[in-house]
């Protein structure tokens, strides 16, 4: 009897190290990629149906192993639709992943300085986003470029696969909003501007003018000492906006003289929207712009600028910026 005890002892013994072994080499076996994979999963998927694809594809060596483990732990089982990054690594750390809804975060970055359309065009090639928006739709009855041109906040947005585009916009646009509201609060109020929408029209014009960061207060000191005048904005980068999709990229005479509500050679004040996406520098150079006595500048063609306060001395600074620009080329 003794004997008979002593040997159902070790069979489970033995029985019980064998199978803590085989369940350390489920948990520890292999997903066999070489480098991360972007894997859908579609709704209703199921943990074996899954399995056995990636048996299929060379994955996965056994199921049986990873089914031993799912009754173990029935949490695995609930997998959750969606796109998954998955990394070389266990089996096991994957489907948890599934399970438990990780989801890859793609991103898409609104640059400063882009206008609309650029903007849209860009999305519309992102990576799973549905229902790409095209100029020319409409948001809640309104035109795209009225609820959105100038109100995308220039920063990198993430979303998870099969965002509406709208829905990522939206995440830009209250951004801006906040953005505004919040600079706003802090301008010199001796400015002509009179409400934050004609701030966001200014930085607008701002971003385009000058990649030079420290330039943009000084830019904004020359429009806002040409409103208080009553000038002429005279800025080449609202006349090409009006232009539009057109635009072979050499501005002309005639260009000049087209008349269009974006033609500030033509029209006075503000043009009536913004003219492409301002960074949070642009909004504060346009609410707190340099004091100076500066009316004028030309590119240099360094991306900076020479700034005159009078007409004659920017004529000269003209002349010789565009005469090294024609020599050089």
Known sequence: M????????LLALVLTSAGYYQLRQAMQAPINIEQMQLVEIPSGTGFNQLCRQWQQKQWV??????????KLDPTLTDLKAGVYQLVPGTAL??????????????????????????VLARLAQSEY????????????SQPLDERFEGKLFPDTYHYHAHENAEQILMRAYNKMESQL????????????????????????IIEKETGVAGERPLIASVFVNRLNKGMRL???????????????????RAHLRQTTPYNTY????????PIAMPSRKALLAAVQPAQSDYYYFVAKG?????????????????RQYQLRRANDS
């Open 93 to 118: 750390g994957a489907f948890r992943q599934i399970s438990q809804g990780l989801e890859h975060e793609f991103s898409f970055t609104i640059i400063e300085g882009d206008n609309l359309r650029q």
């Open 61 to 70: 060596e056994q199921c049986w192993p990873l089914q031993v483990l799912a």
């Open 302 to 318: 360094d991306g900076s600028h020479q700034f005159s306060k009078q007409l004659a001395e920017h004529n000269r600074a003209v």
């Open 266 to 273: 033509r029209i006075h004040g503000l043009p009536p929207t």
């Open 234 to 252: 005279q800025t080449d980068p609202t006349v090409i906006y009006g232009i539009g999709p057109d635009f072979d990229g050499n501005i002309t």
């Open 2 to 9: 003794i004997r008979v005890t002593v040997g159902v002892v």
């Open 129 to 140: 986003v549905n229902t790409p928006l095209q100029w020319g739709d409409s948001f809640n």
């Open 181 to 204: 509201a919040e600079i706003w609060q802090q301008r010199d109020e001796s400015t002509p501007l009179q409400n934050a929408y004609e701030a966001l029209i200014l930085a607008s």
